[in-house]
C-alpha cells in the first residue's frame, strides 16, 4: 500500500523581522567589540535570509523596527540571557497553536473532517513537554481520542521526512489509516549570547514555523468531498556518514538548546551525496538527471550549492529552497514540507526528491511520484 499526500499546510509565528533588524538586536547579546559590531550586519547578510518569523517578536518590521522583550541586552560577559526552563515555558504556550494553524489548514486542504484522522506523528527538537502539543492538537482540533500517537524528537533539520517514513508504514499496516504528521520548532528560542561563530551563524539562519501533512493509502475514500491525492510516496533513503559527528550538533544546555554546525560541512555534503543518491535512486529506476523537482532543506546558502555542485543540479532547480530560505529562514523540520508545498502549488509534475541533512551527519531523502 503506497502513500498518498491528500493534504499540506504551513504556518509561522504573526511577527516577523527583516535581517537587518535582527542583526541589529543581536549586537545587544552578541557583540563586546566595535569590531563584532561591524561584522554582524555581514555575517546576518550573507545567509541568504531577508525576513524571519518568531514567537518572541513583540512587532513586526514594518516601516519600523521590529520589537522584543524576551532577549535582553548582555549585562556583562558572562550573561547568557534566559535560562533553559524560561525558553521551554515559552515553547508549551506557543508550539500547540501554530501546530494547530498548521494542521488545520492541512485538513482542509485534504478535504477530510478531524474525525478520520487514525495516527498522529508529531515531530519537534526545539523543545520539549508533556502533555506536548500532540495532546493540545488532540483537544483543539479536535481529533478523536483514540488516535493513535507518535513523537519524533531531536532528529533535526530532516525530522519531517523521518515522519514520513514513519506514516508510510502505518498506511502499509493499515489501509484505512489517515495520518496527520505535524512539524513545528520554534528555534528563536533558542538564541545564544556571546560571540561564538558557530553560534552566530545558528542566530543569523534559524527560525520559527509549523508544517502539516495529511497522508493516507491510495484506497483510502474520504468521507467527505472529493478530495484527490497530490503526490505518492514511493520510497525513502537514509544514510550515516561516517567520521562526521563532529559536524554538526544540537545540543541542552543551560541557556538554550546549542548549535554548531561545521563550515567544513558543504564539502562533506559535496564529497559524499552523489554517491549514495545514485545508488538510491537506481533502486527505482531512476538517476538524478530524472528528477524534475528537489525539495532540498537549506541548511544555509554553501549547503545548497554544495548539493547542486554534488548533483551536477542546473541553476534554478533550487530556487524554491533558496525562496523559502530568503523569506523564511531556516525553520529547521517543517522546513522542506514548506518547500513542496510551494513545488506543489507550482504543479511541477515528474518525480520529486525531499532531502535534508542532520546531526550525524546523516542524510535522509523521501522519492514522490
Known amino acids: 500500500m503506497a502513500l498518498s499526500i491528500r493534504g ?16 541589529e538586536l543581536a549586537t545587544g547579546f552578541c557583540c563586546s567589540t566595535a569590531q563584532q559590531t561591524k561584522l554582524l550586519p555581514a555575517l546576518y547578510r550573507r545567509t541568504g535570509v531577508q525576513t524571519r518569523h518568531s514567537v518572541i517578536l513583540d512587532a513586526s518590521t514594518n516601516g519600523t523596527a521590529a520589537r522584543q522583550t524576551f532577549y535582553p541586552d548582555a ?40 474525525e478520520d ?10 523543545g520539549f513537554n508533556a502533555p506536548g502539543f500532540d495532546i493540545f492538537l488532540v483537544e483543539h482540533l479536535p481529533l478523536p481520542s483514540g488516535v493513535e500517537r507518535t513523537h519524533i524528537g531531536f532528529m533535526g533539520c530532516h525530522g519531517a521526512l523521518n515522519g514520513l517514513r514513519v506514516a508510510r508504514a502505518f498506511v502499509e499496516a493499515d489501509p484505512k489509516a489517515v495520518v496527520l504528521l505535524c512539524a513545528v520548532e520554534l528555534c528563536s528560542l533558542h538564541q545564544q549570547y556571546g560571540w561564538d561563530p558557530e553560534q552566530v551563524v545558528a542566530n543569523a539562519l534559524f527560525a520559527d514555523g509549523a508544517a502539516a501533512v495529511i497522508a493516507t493509502g491510495t484506497a483510502f475514500q474520504s468521507t467527505s468531498s472529493n478530495g484527490s491525492p ?6 525513502n533513503g537514509s544514510c550515516v556518514l561516517p567520521n ?38 537506481s533502486r527505482f529506476d531512476l538517476t538524478p538527471e530524472q528528477i524534475t523537482a528537489w525539495a532540498v532543506h537549506p541548511g544555509g546558502p554553501r549547503v545548497l550549492s554544495a548539493v547542486e555542485e554534488a ?3 542546473t541553476t534554478g532547480q533550487l530556487q524554491p529552497s533558496r525562496d523559502i530560505l530568503a523569506e523564511f529562514g531556516n525553520m529547521s523540520s517543517p522546513t522542506v514540507l514548506f518547500i513542496y508545498e510551494r513545488l506543489a502549488r507550482q504543479n511541477v509534475q515528474g518525480p520529486c526528491v525531499l532531502l535534508g541533512f542532520g546531526p550525524g551527519i546523516t542524510i535522509e531523502a523521501a522519492l514522490l511520484r
Not at 504551513?10 to 533588524?21: G, L, N, R, V, Y
Not at 484522522?117 to 526545539?126: G, Y
Open 8 to 23: 499540506l499546510g504551513t504556518a509561522t509565528p504573526e511577527h516577523s523581522i527583516s535581517q537587518s533588524d535582527a542583526a
Open 75 to 114: 549585562q556583562n560577559e558572562h550573561d547568557s540571557g534566559p535560562a533553559t526552563s524560561s525558553r521551554m515555558d515559552r515553547y508549551q504556550s506557543e508550539a500547540g497553536p501554530l501546530a494547530q494553524t498548521a494542521s488545520q489548514r492541512a485538513i482542509d486542504s485534504a478535504h477530510i473532517n478531524p
Open 117 to 126: 484522522v487514525t495516527h498522529l506523528i508529531t515531530v519537534s527538537c526545539s
Open 230 to 235: 497530490e503526490r505518492i510516496l514511493v520510497g
Open 244 to 281: 562526521s559527528q563532529d559536524f554538526m550538533s544540537w545540543r541542552i544546555q543551560h541557556h538554550g538548546f546549542e548549535m554548531t554546525l561545521s563550515p567544513k560541512l558543504p564539502d562533506l555534503i559535496q564529497r559524499s551525496l552523489a554517491p549514495w543518491l545514485t545508488a538510491w535512486l
Open 311 to 313: 548533483v551536477g543540479l
